[in-house]
Protein backbone atom coordinates (compact mmCIF):
# COMPACT_ATOMS: atom_id res chain seq x y z
CA UNK A 1 0.00 0.00 0.00
CA UNK A 2 1.34 3.50 -0.79
CA UNK A 3 1.15 6.05 1.52
CA UNK A 4 1.91 9.47 1.04
CA UNK A 5 3.49 11.91 3.38
CA UNK A 6 2.98 15.93 2.98
CA UNK A 7 5.64 18.05 3.49
CA UNK A 8 3.28 21.00 3.37
CA UNK A 9 4.32 22.44 0.06
CA UNK A 10 1.80 24.88 -1.06
CA UNK A 11 2.56 24.40 -4.69
CA UNK A 12 1.85 20.79 -4.35
CA UNK A 13 -1.46 21.41 -2.62
CA UNK A 14 -2.73 23.77 -5.04
CA UNK A 15 -2.35 22.31 -8.34
CA UNK A 16 -3.89 19.38 -6.64
CA UNK A 17 -6.88 20.93 -5.97
CA UNK A 18 -6.98 22.25 -9.62
CA UNK A 19 -6.42 18.70 -11.07
CA UNK A 20 -9.45 17.44 -9.16
CA UNK A 21 -11.09 20.42 -10.40
CA UNK A 22 -10.49 19.11 -13.65
CA UNK A 23 -8.04 21.71 -14.72
CA UNK A 24 -6.29 19.39 -17.63
CA UNK A 25 -3.16 21.96 -17.84
CA UNK A 26 -2.85 21.66 -13.75
CA UNK A 27 -3.56 18.02 -13.88
CA UNK A 28 -0.58 17.14 -16.38
CA UNK A 29 1.68 19.63 -14.17
CA UNK A 30 0.53 17.32 -11.42
CA UNK A 31 1.14 14.17 -13.24
CA UNK A 32 4.75 15.71 -14.36
CA UNK A 33 5.75 16.14 -10.88
CA UNK A 34 4.00 12.93 -9.58
CA UNK A 35 6.75 11.46 -12.13
CA UNK A 36 9.45 13.14 -10.36
CA UNK A 37 8.81 12.86 -7.10
CA UNK A 38 11.32 10.18 -6.50
CA UNK A 39 14.22 13.00 -7.08
CA UNK A 40 12.72 15.90 -6.44
CA UNK A 41 11.85 14.63 -2.51
CA UNK A 42 8.46 16.93 -3.04
CA UNK A 43 6.53 13.73 -1.26
CA UNK A 44 8.10 11.09 0.79
CA UNK A 45 6.49 8.17 -0.96
CA UNK A 46 6.73 4.73 1.32
CA UNK A 47 5.54 1.24 0.57
CA UNK A 48 3.90 0.06 3.59
CA UNK A 49 2.67 -4.19 4.13
CA UNK A 50 1.63 -6.06 6.45
CA UNK A 51 0.73 -9.52 7.02
CA UNK A 52 -1.77 -11.11 9.94
CA UNK A 53 -2.26 -8.50 12.44
CA UNK A 54 0.92 -6.49 11.93
CA UNK A 55 2.07 -6.46 15.58
CA UNK A 56 5.36 -6.98 14.98
CA UNK A 57 8.19 -4.96 12.85
CA UNK A 58 10.27 -7.01 10.40
CA UNK A 59 13.28 -4.60 10.22
CA UNK A 60 13.95 -6.57 13.46
CA UNK A 61 13.99 -9.60 12.15
CA UNK A 62 15.78 -8.57 9.43
CA UNK A 63 19.01 -6.88 11.61
CA UNK A 64 19.44 -9.73 13.33
CA UNK A 65 19.38 -12.32 10.67
CA UNK A 66 22.85 -13.34 9.25
CA UNK A 67 22.47 -14.15 5.31
CA UNK A 68 26.14 -14.81 3.70
CA UNK A 69 24.91 -16.42 0.66
CA UNK A 70 23.67 -14.79 -2.78
CA UNK A 71 21.57 -15.71 -5.63
CA UNK A 72 21.15 -13.46 -8.47
CA UNK A 73 18.86 -13.62 -11.29
CA UNK A 74 17.17 -11.56 -14.13
CA UNK A 75 18.11 -8.41 -11.94
CA UNK A 76 16.78 -9.88 -9.02
CA UNK A 77 18.94 -10.59 -5.86
CA UNK A 78 18.12 -13.22 -2.49
CA UNK A 79 20.12 -13.26 0.02
CA UNK A 80 19.78 -16.04 1.89
CA UNK A 81 21.36 -18.04 5.17
CA UNK A 82 23.02 -21.07 5.52
CA UNK A 83 20.69 -24.40 4.34
CA UNK A 84 18.69 -22.47 2.26
CA UNK A 85 20.37 -22.21 -1.25
CA UNK A 86 17.17 -24.15 -3.02
CA UNK A 87 14.90 -21.91 -1.39
CA UNK A 88 17.17 -19.02 -2.55
CA UNK A 89 16.94 -20.41 -6.06
CA UNK A 90 13.05 -21.32 -6.06
CA UNK A 91 12.09 -17.87 -4.98
CA UNK A 92 14.70 -15.81 -7.33
CA UNK A 93 12.75 -18.17 -10.03
CA UNK A 94 9.47 -17.33 -9.35
CA UNK A 95 9.73 -13.88 -8.92
CA UNK A 96 11.64 -13.99 -12.70
CA UNK A 97 8.97 -15.20 -14.30
CA UNK A 98 6.24 -13.37 -12.38
CA UNK A 99 8.18 -10.43 -13.40
CA UNK A 100 8.03 -11.71 -17.39
CA UNK A 101 4.59 -12.30 -17.08
CA UNK A 102 3.39 -9.11 -15.80
CA UNK A 103 5.11 -7.24 -18.41
CA UNK A 104 3.84 -9.48 -21.01
CA UNK A 105 0.48 -9.81 -19.66
CA UNK A 106 -0.73 -6.79 -18.12
CA UNK A 107 2.08 -4.27 -19.83
CA UNK A 108 3.78 -3.23 -16.95
CA UNK A 109 7.37 -3.80 -16.71
CA UNK A 110 9.06 -3.74 -12.73
CA UNK A 111 10.88 -0.40 -12.79
CA UNK A 112 12.73 -1.21 -9.79
CA UNK A 113 16.03 -3.52 -9.30
CA UNK A 114 14.06 -6.17 -6.08
CA UNK A 115 16.58 -7.12 -3.80
CA UNK A 116 14.68 -10.37 -1.32
CA UNK A 117 16.44 -11.02 2.21
CA UNK A 118 14.97 -14.38 3.74
CA UNK A 119 14.68 -14.22 7.02
CA UNK A 120 13.33 -16.68 9.65
CA UNK A 121 10.72 -16.07 12.14
CA UNK A 122 9.17 -18.25 14.63
CA UNK A 123 5.81 -19.56 14.35
CA UNK A 124 4.77 -17.52 17.05
CA UNK A 125 5.01 -14.78 15.51
CA UNK A 126 0.92 -13.59 14.27
CA UNK A 127 1.62 -10.31 12.35
CA UNK A 128 4.66 -8.40 11.19
CA UNK A 129 4.84 -5.29 9.22
CA UNK A 130 7.62 -3.50 6.95
CA UNK A 131 7.79 -0.25 5.08
CA UNK A 132 10.50 0.71 2.58
CA UNK A 133 10.49 4.30 0.60
CA UNK A 134 11.14 4.97 -2.98
CA UNK A 135 14.78 6.34 -3.55
CA UNK A 136 16.05 7.36 -6.38
CA UNK A 137 18.44 4.90 -7.04
CA UNK A 138 15.19 2.24 -7.53
CA UNK A 139 16.36 -0.40 -5.53
CA UNK A 140 13.90 -1.75 -3.17
CA UNK A 141 14.64 -4.22 -0.64
CA UNK A 142 11.76 -6.42 1.08
CA UNK A 143 11.75 -9.49 3.66
CA UNK A 144 10.54 -13.06 2.81
CA UNK A 145 10.19 -14.81 5.28
CA UNK A 146 10.66 -18.69 6.26
CA UNK A 147 8.85 -20.97 8.99
CA UNK A 148 11.24 -23.17 10.99
CA UNK A 149 11.00 -25.55 8.48
CA UNK A 150 13.06 -23.03 6.19
CA UNK A 151 9.98 -23.37 3.72
CA UNK A 152 8.18 -19.72 2.64
CA UNK A 153 5.28 -18.64 4.43
CA UNK A 154 2.53 -18.27 2.36
CA UNK A 155 1.08 -15.05 3.78
CA UNK A 156 3.78 -12.35 2.69
CA UNK A 157 5.68 -13.60 -0.81
CA UNK A 158 3.05 -12.66 -2.75
CA UNK A 159 2.46 -9.28 -1.09
CA UNK A 160 5.98 -8.19 -2.50
CA UNK A 161 5.09 -8.88 -5.60
CA UNK A 162 1.63 -6.82 -5.06
CA UNK A 163 4.34 -3.85 -4.01
CA UNK A 164 6.56 -4.34 -6.76
CA UNK A 165 4.00 -3.82 -9.53
CA UNK A 166 2.22 -1.21 -8.09
CA UNK A 167 4.99 1.04 -7.36
CA UNK A 168 5.95 0.38 -10.99
CA UNK A 169 2.68 1.81 -11.85
CA UNK A 170 2.91 4.85 -9.65
CA UNK A 171 6.65 5.87 -10.70
CA UNK A 172 7.58 3.87 -13.83
CA UNK A 173 10.91 4.28 -15.64
CA UNK A 174 8.58 5.52 -18.80
CA UNK A 175 6.49 8.67 -17.61
CA UNK A 176 3.83 7.35 -19.85
CA UNK A 177 2.88 4.55 -18.23
CA UNK A 178 2.37 5.65 -15.02
CA UNK A 179 -0.97 6.11 -12.90
CA UNK A 180 -1.15 8.87 -10.49
CA UNK A 181 -0.61 7.77 -6.75
CA UNK A 182 -3.50 9.66 -4.96
CA UNK A 183 -2.99 12.40 -2.53
CA UNK A 184 -5.67 11.49 -0.37
CA UNK A 185 -6.16 7.49 0.88
CA UNK A 186 -9.05 8.10 2.75
CA UNK A 187 -12.62 5.90 2.37
CA UNK A 188 -14.31 7.37 -0.88
CA UNK A 189 -16.38 5.72 -3.13
CA UNK A 190 -14.13 3.38 -5.69
CA UNK A 191 -15.21 5.27 -9.20
CA UNK A 192 -13.18 8.25 -7.60
CA UNK A 193 -10.13 7.30 -7.80
CA UNK A 194 -6.71 5.44 -9.17
CA UNK A 195 -5.90 3.23 -6.30
CA UNK A 196 -8.74 0.11 -6.65
CA UNK A 197 -7.39 -0.07 -10.17
CA UNK A 198 -3.50 0.00 -9.02
CA UNK A 199 -4.67 -2.49 -6.30
CA UNK A 200 -6.74 -5.04 -8.22
CA UNK A 201 -3.88 -5.01 -11.07
CA UNK A 202 -1.35 -5.32 -8.29
CA UNK A 203 -3.04 -8.37 -6.56
CA UNK A 204 -3.19 -10.28 -9.90
CA UNK A 205 0.55 -10.21 -9.84
CA UNK A 206 0.41 -11.51 -6.35
CA UNK A 207 -2.15 -14.07 -7.42
CA UNK A 208 0.39 -15.21 -10.28
CA UNK A 209 3.65 -15.17 -7.67
CA UNK A 210 1.67 -17.26 -4.93
CA UNK A 211 0.82 -19.77 -7.85
CA UNK A 212 4.04 -19.92 -8.82
CA UNK A 213 5.69 -20.80 -4.97
CA UNK A 214 2.93 -22.31 -3.32
CA UNK A 215 -0.24 -23.90 -4.97
CA UNK A 216 1.69 -26.71 -7.28
CA UNK A 217 3.25 -27.89 -4.15
CA UNK A 218 0.09 -28.58 -2.41
CA UNK A 219 -2.33 -29.64 -5.07
CA UNK A 220 -0.87 -29.68 -8.41
CA UNK A 221 -4.87 -30.37 -10.34
CA UNK A 222 -5.25 -27.02 -9.08
CA UNK A 223 -1.87 -25.49 -10.46
CA UNK A 224 -3.91 -23.06 -12.59
CA UNK A 225 -5.80 -21.52 -9.92
CA UNK A 226 -4.33 -17.97 -9.48
CA UNK A 227 -7.13 -16.15 -7.89
CA UNK A 228 -7.59 -14.35 -4.95
CA UNK A 229 -10.34 -15.00 -2.70
CA UNK A 230 -12.40 -12.50 -4.30
CA UNK A 231 -15.79 -12.03 -4.04
CA UNK A 232 -18.87 -10.18 -5.83
CA UNK A 233 -20.24 -8.73 -2.43
CA UNK A 234 -17.65 -7.05 -1.55
CA UNK A 235 -17.57 -4.95 -4.99
CA UNK A 236 -21.46 -3.90 -3.95
CA UNK A 237 -20.72 -3.02 -0.70
CA UNK A 238 -17.73 -0.94 -1.87
CA UNK A 239 -19.36 0.77 -4.50
CA UNK A 240 -21.95 1.25 -2.34
CA UNK A 241 -19.52 3.17 -0.05
CA UNK A 242 -21.32 0.70 2.58
CA UNK A 243 -17.61 0.83 5.08
CA UNK A 244 -15.88 -0.84 2.30
CA UNK A 245 -15.60 -4.31 3.89
CA UNK A 246 -12.45 -5.69 2.12
CA UNK A 247 -10.46 -3.33 -0.07
CA UNK A 248 -8.00 -5.32 -1.83
CA UNK A 249 -11.10 -8.05 -2.59
CA UNK A 250 -13.17 -6.00 -4.43
CA UNK A 251 -10.77 -4.37 -6.57
CA UNK A 252 -9.48 -7.43 -7.47
CA UNK A 253 -13.18 -9.06 -8.35
CA UNK A 254 -13.27 -5.90 -10.05
CA UNK A 255 -10.58 -5.91 -12.33
CA UNK A 256 -11.17 -9.50 -12.40
CA UNK A 257 -14.15 -8.91 -13.83
CA UNK A 258 -12.75 -7.08 -16.44
CA UNK A 259 -10.79 -9.87 -18.16
CA UNK A 260 -14.05 -12.04 -18.01
CA UNK A 261 -15.30 -9.68 -19.77
CA UNK A 262 -12.65 -8.62 -21.76
CA UNK A 263 -10.13 -11.47 -21.99
CA UNK A 264 -6.51 -11.95 -20.59
CA UNK A 265 -5.55 -9.29 -22.15
CA UNK A 266 -8.04 -6.52 -20.61
CA UNK A 267 -5.81 -5.72 -18.36
CA UNK A 268 -2.55 -4.67 -20.62
CA UNK A 269 -5.17 -2.76 -22.82
CA UNK A 270 -6.35 -0.91 -19.96
CA UNK A 271 -2.79 0.42 -19.33
CA UNK A 272 -2.58 1.31 -22.85
CA UNK A 273 -5.73 3.63 -23.13
CA UNK A 274 -4.72 5.01 -19.62
CA UNK A 275 -1.03 6.22 -21.10
CA UNK A 276 -2.71 7.39 -24.39
CA UNK A 277 -4.64 10.12 -21.86
CA UNK A 278 -3.56 13.48 -21.18
CA UNK A 279 -3.84 13.08 -17.35
CA UNK A 280 -3.26 9.45 -16.32
CA UNK A 281 -5.90 9.97 -13.55
CA UNK A 282 -9.14 9.00 -12.47
CA UNK A 283 -10.46 9.76 -15.80
CA UNK A 284 -8.32 8.01 -17.78
CA UNK A 285 -8.90 4.81 -15.98
CA UNK A 286 -12.57 4.95 -15.81
CA UNK A 287 -12.27 5.48 -19.90
CA UNK A 288 -10.09 2.98 -19.86
CA UNK A 289 -12.50 0.63 -18.79
CA UNK A 290 -15.19 1.66 -20.43
CA UNK A 291 -13.05 0.83 -23.85
CA UNK A 292 -11.91 -2.34 -22.96
CA UNK A 293 -15.18 -3.72 -21.03
CA UNK A 294 -17.68 -1.84 -23.03
CA UNK A 295 -19.58 -0.85 -19.59
CA UNK A 296 -20.09 2.43 -18.48
CA UNK A 297 -18.04 2.07 -14.98
CA UNK A 298 -20.18 4.39 -12.76
CA UNK A 299 -23.35 3.23 -14.74
CA UNK A 300 -21.96 -0.51 -14.38
CA UNK A 301 -21.40 -0.26 -10.65
CA UNK A 302 -24.95 0.94 -9.65
CA UNK A 303 -26.49 -2.07 -11.23
CA UNK A 304 -24.04 -4.66 -10.21
CA UNK A 305 -25.52 -8.04 -8.56
CA UNK A 306 -24.10 -10.50 -7.00
CA UNK A 307 -24.68 -13.99 -6.93
CA UNK A 308 -25.85 -15.56 -3.99
CA UNK A 309 -26.09 -18.69 -2.51
CA UNK A 310 -27.46 -17.43 0.97
CA UNK A 311 -25.09 -19.18 2.94
CA UNK A 312 -21.51 -18.83 4.72
CA UNK A 313 -18.28 -21.07 5.00
CA UNK A 314 -15.24 -21.87 7.07
CA UNK A 315 -12.73 -24.03 6.97
CA UNK A 316 -11.30 -27.07 9.28
CA UNK A 317 -7.76 -25.86 8.94
CA UNK A 318 -7.11 -22.58 10.77
CA UNK A 319 -4.15 -22.04 8.57
CA UNK A 320 -6.93 -21.88 5.41
CA UNK A 321 -7.88 -18.41 6.23
CA UNK A 322 -7.24 -15.43 4.55
CA UNK A 323 -5.24 -16.74 1.62
CA UNK A 324 -5.39 -18.37 -1.59
CA UNK A 325 -3.99 -21.88 -0.83
CA UNK A 326 -5.83 -24.72 -0.97
CA UNK A 327 -4.51 -27.35 1.36
CA UNK A 328 -4.86 -31.35 1.85
CA UNK A 329 -7.01 -32.27 4.83
CA UNK A 330 -9.01 -29.19 4.57
CA UNK A 331 -12.56 -28.97 4.28
CA UNK A 332 -15.50 -26.38 3.85
CA UNK A 333 -18.15 -26.13 6.39
CA UNK A 334 -21.58 -24.49 6.68
CA UNK A 335 -21.11 -22.04 9.68
CA UNK A 336 -24.36 -20.18 9.13
CA UNK A 337 -27.29 -20.27 6.62
CA UNK A 338 -29.40 -17.17 6.03
CA UNK A 339 -33.42 -17.66 6.09
CA UNK A 340 -35.53 -17.51 2.90
CA UNK A 341 -32.30 -18.13 0.32
CA UNK A 342 -31.44 -20.86 -1.96
CA UNK A 343 -29.51 -22.59 1.09
CA UNK A 344 -32.51 -22.63 3.47
CA UNK A 345 -35.14 -24.06 0.77
CA UNK A 346 -32.97 -26.88 0.35
CA UNK A 347 -32.64 -27.33 3.91
CA UNK A 348 -28.91 -26.95 4.34
CA UNK A 349 -27.61 -26.15 8.07
CA UNK A 350 -24.49 -25.25 9.75
CA UNK A 351 -22.15 -28.29 9.78
CA UNK A 352 -22.89 -29.80 6.28
CA UNK A 353 -19.47 -30.40 4.45
CA UNK A 354 -19.22 -29.05 0.60
CA UNK A 355 -17.82 -31.25 -1.01
CA UNK A 356 -17.78 -30.19 -4.59
CA UNK A 357 -19.41 -26.93 -6.52
CA UNK A 358 -20.62 -27.05 -10.46
CA UNK A 359 -18.14 -30.33 -10.73
CA UNK A 360 -15.17 -28.84 -9.11
CA UNK A 361 -14.09 -30.22 -5.89
CA UNK A 362 -13.86 -27.85 -3.28
CA UNK A 363 -10.71 -27.47 -1.33
CA UNK A 364 -10.91 -23.78 0.73
CA UNK A 365 -13.59 -21.23 1.31
CA UNK A 366 -11.76 -18.85 -0.22
CA UNK A 367 -11.77 -21.37 -3.56
CA UNK A 368 -15.72 -21.95 -3.04
CA UNK A 369 -16.18 -17.70 -2.90
CA UNK A 370 -14.25 -17.57 -6.25
CA UNK A 371 -16.59 -20.17 -7.71
CA UNK A 372 -19.65 -18.72 -6.70
CA UNK A 373 -18.55 -15.26 -7.98
CA UNK A 374 -17.80 -16.83 -11.07
CA UNK A 375 -21.04 -17.65 -11.51
CA UNK A 376 -24.38 -14.90 -12.20
CA UNK A 377 -27.35 -14.57 -10.29
CA UNK A 378 -29.98 -16.56 -11.46
CA UNK A 379 -27.96 -19.40 -12.67
CA UNK A 380 -28.20 -22.82 -11.40
CA UNK A 381 -25.53 -24.82 -10.14
CA UNK A 382 -25.25 -28.47 -8.82
CA UNK A 383 -24.05 -28.50 -5.11
CA UNK A 384 -23.11 -31.85 -3.38
CA UNK A 385 -22.85 -31.67 0.25
CA UNK A 386 -22.36 -34.38 2.90
CA UNK A 387 -23.88 -34.49 6.46
CA UNK A 388 -22.67 -37.95 8.21
CA UNK A 389 -22.72 -40.37 6.08
CA UNK A 390 -25.00 -39.19 3.44
CA UNK A 391 -24.36 -37.23 0.17
CA UNK A 392 -26.48 -35.35 -1.53
CA UNK A 393 -26.69 -33.37 -5.22
CA UNK A 394 -28.79 -30.13 -5.39
CA UNK A 395 -28.80 -28.81 -7.97
CA UNK A 396 -29.45 -24.79 -6.54
CA UNK A 397 -30.93 -21.45 -8.08
CA UNK A 398 -28.52 -18.86 -7.04
CA UNK A 399 -29.84 -15.39 -6.23
CA UNK A 400 -28.71 -12.12 -6.35
CA UNK A 401 -27.88 -10.82 -2.98
CA UNK A 402 -29.97 -7.91 -1.81
CA UNK A 403 -28.83 -4.49 -1.49
CA UNK A 404 -30.55 -3.93 1.60
CA UNK A 405 -29.84 -7.15 3.75
CA UNK A 406 -31.81 -5.20 7.14
CA UNK A 407 -34.90 -5.33 5.48
CA UNK A 408 -34.18 -8.63 3.39
CA UNK A 409 -33.81 -10.73 6.79
CA UNK A 410 -36.88 -8.53 8.33
CA UNK A 411 -38.67 -10.05 5.47
CA UNK A 412 -37.70 -13.14 5.46
CA UNK A 413 -38.36 -13.52 9.40
CA UNK A 414 -42.03 -12.37 9.30
CA UNK A 415 -43.08 -14.23 5.80
CA UNK A 416 -40.44 -16.59 5.05
CA UNK A 417 -42.27 -18.94 2.58
CA UNK A 418 -43.62 -15.97 0.34
CA UNK A 419 -40.04 -13.95 0.08
CA UNK A 420 -38.32 -17.84 -0.42
CA UNK A 421 -40.77 -19.05 -2.95
CA UNK A 422 -40.32 -15.67 -4.88
CA UNK A 423 -36.70 -15.95 -5.01
CA UNK A 424 -35.90 -19.12 -4.53
CA UNK A 425 -38.68 -22.08 -6.00
CA UNK A 426 -39.60 -25.29 -4.52
CA UNK A 427 -36.88 -27.37 -3.15
CA UNK A 428 -37.18 -30.88 -1.27
CA UNK A 429 -33.47 -30.11 0.55
CA UNK A 430 -30.72 -32.54 2.07
CA UNK A 431 -32.10 -35.49 4.41
Request: hydrophobic share 40%; aromatic share 10%.
Amino acid sequence: MLRLESRILFLFVGLSAFCLAGCRPAGRAYSWLQYHNINMHLVRSTMTMWAGDGSEDARKYMDSAVLPGVYEMDGITVRYPEGCAATAEEVARAFADTANDVAREMGIDWSFHLEIRLVRVPGSVKGLKYSVPLRRNRRLVFPVFLNEKGEVRADWAPTVAHEMTEASMIAPRDRHKMVLADTYGGPVCINAETRWFRDGVSNRAADVLGARLFLERYQPRFAGYAELNTTREAVLNWCNCEDQPNYYSAATALIREGELSAGDSAIARMMTGIAGEYVPGGRAVRRAFSSVTGKELPGYLRTYTTPWLGAEFTDTRPDSDNHPLILPGNEVVISSVHPATPAARWKMQPGDVIESFNNVQVCSAGQLDHLIAKCAAGEMVMIFIRRGNNVAALRVKLISRPRDMRRFTQLSLYVPGTVARRFCGEAPGVR
